[in-house]
């Protein structure tokens, strides 16, 4: 399978909104894939990702603010909280609850609390990156997944001050770029975009996947996170919690511009395997890619 032959589905309209009201908007031919230009939104972005945190963003008020949602969303949150993990022990051999070393502010190292999704197996190895289709799920894993609900656990995390309800997600040690300058989030603007990530990851292909996560999905995510961080307000975060609890989820826009970051791989690739010929198969893929399919 070559490296450009995965693409998003079709989209009519695609926009990512930041705090501070700025818009990019593309629209797609009917039938065809929407065309993004690769450089023109990450102009938004600095190149490494680091930005200046936002007032609100390092404030003791957001830190309240995360205390006090959490706290007045627990009559609702524990009844929930209950019945998964009810169903995670009725369903799978195995504890409830999954537990994993994550990198928080400054590279201070804490356990993240999820709700088991995989098949409990203390000898297994599985892969760090997450598709549709690599790991050994359970039958509620899945569910649970596409409606972040193993994710709810982490309202402790929140608590605890590990977290806050909107930031940029924790990674796994390994996946470290950068160090965060503040809480990682529950939720947030590059979670928002890549909510259905393990989809789009189950189009790449397997001997590429590492490094396409590596040079494509964790940079951008950090630029969509830095962007968002640097102009956050509580009005923005309580928007983005709310479209995140309500799945207003529109990942249009991550899947165009990893479409577009996996084109331009495939060009370079071509011109390094066969200089002579890549042009011409460049202006051949970029013909199919704007007709899509029809």
């Given at each position: 399978m070559e490296v450009g032959s995965f693409a998003p589905h079709p989209v009519e309209t695609s926009q990512l909104e930041i705090p501070h009201g700025r818009q990019k908007s593309v629209d797609a031919e009917p039938g065809g894939v929407a065309e993004?230009?690769?450089?023109?939104?990450?102009?938004?972005?600095?190149?490494?990702?680091?930005?200046?945190?936002?007032?609100?963003?390092?404030?003791?008020?957001?830190?309240?603010?995360?205390?006090?949602?959490?706290?007045?969303?627990?009559?609702?949150?524990?009844?929930?909280?209950?019945?998964?993990?009810?169903?995670?022990?009725?369903?799978?051999?195995?504890?409830?609850?999954?537990?994993?070393?994550?990198?928080?502010?400054?590279?201070r190292t804490f356990t993240i609390l999820k709700f088991r999704t995989l098949v409990h197996d203390v000898d297994a190895s599985y892969h760090a990156v997450t598709t549709a289709e690599n790991q050994p799920f359970t039958s509620i894993g899945p569910f649970l997944r596409r409606f972040k609900l193993d994710e709810l656990p982490q309202v402790f995390n929140v608590l605890a001050g590990h977290m806050s309800l909107v930031g940029p997600r924790p990674k796994m040690p390994e996946h470290v770029v950068v160090d965060l300058p503040c809480r990682p989030g529950?939720?947030?603007?590059?979670?928002i975009a890549f909510a259905r990530e393990e989809t789009v990851l189950d189009r790449v292909p397997k001997h590429y996947l590492d490094t396409?996560?590596?040079?494509?999905?964790?940079?951008?995510?950090?630029?969509?996170?830095?962007?968002?961080?640097?102009?956050?307000?509580?009005?923005?975060?309580?928007?983005?919690?709310l479209n995140s609890a309500l799945r207003r989820w529109d990942s249009s826009f991550a899947d165009s511009l990893l479409a577009q970051e996996a084109f331009e791989m495939e060009s370079r690739m071509r011109e390094r395997r066969d200089p002579e010929t890549a042009p011409l198969n460049v202006k051949a893929n970029k013909r199919t890619r704007l007709t899509g399919t029809r």
């Open positions: 993004i230009p690769l450089r023109e939104p990450l102009l938004l972005l600095n190149l490494r990702g680091d930005r200046e945190l936002s007032a609100w963003s390092q404030s003791a008020a957001k830190r309240i603010f995360d205390c006090a949602c959490v706290l007045l969303a627990l009559p609702v949150v524990i009844p929930v909280l209950l019945a998964v993990a009810l169903a995670v022990r009725l369903t799978s051999s195995g504890p409830v609850l999954f537990l994993q070393k994550r990198v928080g502010a400054h590279g529950i939720t947030g603007a590059a979670t396409y996560y590596h040079k494509v999905v964790l940079p951008t995510k950090r630029r969509l996170d830095a962007e968002y961080m640097a102009h956050a307000t509580c009005l923005s975060d309580l928007k983005l919690i």
